[in-house]
């Protein structure tokens, strides 16, 4: 957003016919004054909740976490499902039978009889069958499942929105990013147990307001975007925030890794169990309160 200075003269004793340019410091004076003009934290707190809510709306929209309703594992051999008999063959090879009686829909056109298809490990193969989603998921380790999503959940009809703590500026904080020569894989454990791998790239450094010690963080990279992904925990869980810890994303600037805690998201499992979260390693679990970002969910 640029800057506006006010417009016209202030009074002189110059005579008129004579012009004097104004000075940087008279334009910047003037810019103050301005009630146009916002300054930087009026902007950066108009930057917080512009992000807050897209998060909200994410978990409004008809494909958020909240129409998740069931999970359905898929077994090698036939399994049965509300849209059909799903048959996992070997190699995780998928066909389905879909079920007679039912109009079932994928990419907008109907399917019925014996369907092939290929589950790629980045996106799910979706069939609808009224308002009702059908998402058949390769998880790590090759297992399959599907992933029922309704509009109508319970979950989704209640949502009320995400409490969240005050913005302030002092929990965006710069730190020291220390990169590993390269990304190694970690296991990291799932809200349900399981473990799954994750690229470790290396540790922040960094301080906190109200703390005298310094604190770290390991930075992992986010499989589907690539962004920089942070989870972590801190002595809030449980009695403030979510007992499973939080998580937001940094970015580079200048030589430095900003970490901005008002940007800190609860993860989807905190707002639907059905949903399988990574936890924050150890590493990762803070000794000192972050009162920023969201807060525990409504009825948790």
């Known amino acids: 957003m640029g800057y506006r200075t006010t417009s016209g003269e202030p009074h002189s004793s110059v005579p008129s016919a004579v012009t004097r340019p104004r000075s940087a410091l008279t334009l910047a ?30 978990y409004r929209s008809e494909q958020g976490w909240l129409t998740l309703v069931d999970r359905i594992p898929l077994e090698p051999g036939p399994n049965l499902t509300p849209f059909g008999e799903v048959e996992v063959g070997a190699e995780g090879r998928v066909a389905i039978q879909i079920a007679q009686d039912l ?30 989603r059908y998402e058949i998921v390769r998880r790590p380790g090759h297992r399959l499942g599907v992933r029922v999503r309704d509009p109508e959940s319970p979950a989704r009809l209640a949502f009320t929105g995400v409490p969240v703590y005050p913005i302030d500026p002092a929990f965006r904080v710069k730190a020291e990013f220390a990169r590993l020569a390269s990304p190694e894989d970690t296991a990291v454990e799932m809200s349900d147990g399981e473990e799954d791998l994750a690229k470790l790239l290396g540790e922040a450094r960094f301080a906190l307001p109200g703390s005298s010690s310094a604190h770290r963080l ?15 925990g801190d002595t809030t869980n449980r009695e403030e925030t979510y007992g499973g810890g939080r998580f937001l994303y940094g970015h580079e600037d200048g030589g430095s890794l900003v970490l901005d805690f008002n940007r800190a998201c609860n993860p989807p499992c905190a707002f639907n169990p059905l949903v399988t979260c990574p936890l924050p390693p150890s590493a990762n679990r803070l000794t000192v309160p ?11």
Request: one cysteine or more.
């Open 29 to 58: 004076t003037a810019s103050c004054h301005d009630p146009c003009v916002e300054s930087a934290p009026e902007a950066y707190e108009r930057e917080i909740l512009a992000f807050r809510a897209a998060r909200e709306a994410r």
């Open 103 to 132: 109009y079932v829909m994928r990419d907008g056109a109907p399917v019925s009889g014996r369907v092939q298809v290929e589950i790629p490990e980045d996106a799910p193969v979706v069939f609808t069958q009224g308002r009702r």
């Open 218 to 232: 390991q930075i992992f990279t986010e499989a589907s975007t690539g962004r920089l992904y942070v989870p972590f």
């Open 290 to 300: 972050i009162r920023a970002g969201e807060r525990l969910p409504r009825g948790r």
